[in-house]
């Protein structure tokens, strides 16, 4: 039985000074494989860093994302697309829509776009990060992102948009939220998903699942999300290990 930690983010400063006994609790959680998420020009190089660090082991994307565009230029973009072109990235992400925090909503479109378009140019999938943009952040991904692979990270929009992103072939991507109390719209958008189109992340150290909320967390922790999801799925819990590593592993080609 293996599980994959599908997005965390191994660079943060919460983790990194940790990082090789991070990665042995993780293995000895069962968690074969992490993907580490960029999120801008800096944090994509140092997850491209820690991957080449433990090859085989450790995955990365590279990423901009919206809550920052404020602060980028064209020579932060520029720098993202290089990264994205030599570094071997898995995916491009993560990247999208968050109209929670104060960022300039035109120039989040624009930067999308580009990521969108950086995706396509080099077959690679779309990690998506949406936050109170649903509906907009479906339009553009109808628009512009046909074809490609796309996994809604830490996916927050509800049973009611588990229909419209499948008609896109996303995949779904679930959290620590699923194992929270108040997290019943999460629990009812996991029983509409079908087993095949689902994965389990962390986002460390951000989003602790029951029942280590509160504490930082860490890829180790995914197993509890696993845990909830086989509950929700009403299979067993190595049923929902089986699957959604064997999803993770479609969708990356890990």
Request: hydrophobic residues 40%.
């Amino acid at each position: 039985m293996t599980l994959i930690d599908t997005h965390c983010h191994l660079d943060d400063e919460r983790l990194a000074p940790e990082e090789d006994f991070i990665l042995q609790r993780a293995g000895e959680a069962g968690v074969e494989f992490l993907v580490t998420i960029g999120t801008d020009a800096k944090t994509s190089a140092a997850a491209a860093a820690i991957a080449r660090r433990h090859p085989g082991r450790v995955f990365h994307t590279v990423g901009a994302h919206p809550s920052d565009v404020d602060r980028f230029g064209e020579e932060e973009l520029a720098e993202v697309e290089r990264l994205a072109r030599e570094t071997s990235p898995k995916g491009i992400g993560e990247v999208g829509l968050d109209y929670h925090h104060d960022s300039n909503r035109k120039k989040q479109f624009e930067v999308f776009g580009r990521m969108i378009a950086l995706a396509r140019e080099l077959s690679l999938p779309l990690i998506i990060h949406d936050r109170d943009a649903h509906e907009d952040l479906y339009g553009i991904l109808k628009e512009k992102a046909a074809g490609l692979k796309i996994l809604m990270h830490c996916y927050s929009a509800g049973p009611d948009f588990v229909e419209k992103f499948m008609g896109l072939g996303c995949y779904f991507s679930i959290a620590g939220p699923l194992t929270f109390k108040n997290g019943q719209s999460h629990r009812d958008a996991v029983a509409r998903i079908p087993l095949d189109r689902l994965v389990v992340e962390t986002d460390s150290p951000y989003l602790t699942p029951h029942p280590h909320r509160g504490k930082r967390n860490e890829p180790a922790f995914v197993k509890f999300t696993a845990e909830t999801l086989a509950e929700v799925k009403g299979i067993s819990f190595e049923a929902a290990a089986e699957a959604t590593t064997r999803n993770a592993r479609h969708f990356f080609r890990i």
